[in-house]
């Protein structure tokens, strides 16, 4: 079985705006239509049997819409993971009915969102998500982010999140890149 744990789409009604400032953002092209069909015909094309789709959200307002409409597109070829945002004032509970929805993990989004993952702010999230659900987390930079940027998930503060939640379930996505070396002191 092929599984694709990293993908992103959008409703229909937002789809086109968003690929389009995702790709003037990042600078190269999509692989395909960011909708529910779009990602499914290049998944037959391309040998792909479930796709994990992640749910991300830059505002806070956001979140449930984004989140029920995550719930809304489960089948037997999309397996979506829940947006999750820093400044929520319930995280644990939004996991809880994620997982009552069938949801199996969620998305982390530091840069996005400006956040360390080793904050203890994040810990209760950490703590709900427990050894059943799975966390995916943006590591390292942007593609375009400058010299003196705050790099909020550098390596060091990925393993940080790990040492404190060792029964938590990571993905951490780009980490493999030549830009998210890390300092002995984690940053």
Not at 6 to 12: G, M
Not at 98 to 113: D, T, Y
Not at 169 to 182: E, F, N, R, Y
Request: glycine content about 8%; some cysteine.
């Amino acid at each position: 079985m092929r599984i694709d744990i990293h993908t992103h789409i959008s409703p229909e009604r937002i789809a086109a705006q968003v690929l389009e400032n995702m790709t003037s953002t990042f600078g190269y092209p999509a692989v395909g239509v960011n909708t529910v069909d779009g990602l499914k015909a290049h998944m037959r094309a391309s040998g792909v049997d479930k796709s994990v789709v992640l749910g991300v959200v830059e505002r806070l307002e956001h979140l449930k819409p984004a989140n029920d409409w995550l719930i809304s597109i489960q089948d037997d070829m999309l397996v979506p993971f829940g947006a999750v945002h820093p400044d929520m004032e319930d995280m644990p509970g939004e996991v809880r009915r994620l997982r009552e929805a069938g949801i199996k993990g969620v998305k982390l989004h530091p840069m996005l969102n400006r956040f360390f993952p080793d904050d203890p702010k994040m810990f209760p999230l950490y703590e709900e998500l427990g050894d059943d659900m799975v966390v995916e987390i943006h590591s390292g930079r942007w593609a375009h982010t400058k010299p003196g940027d705050t790099v909020y998930s550098p390596p060091g503060r990925v393993m940080n999140m790990v040492r404190q939640f060792p029964k938590l379930k990571v993905i951490a996505l780009h980490l493999g890149g030549s830009t998210c070396w890390t300092s002995p002191s984690g940053n």
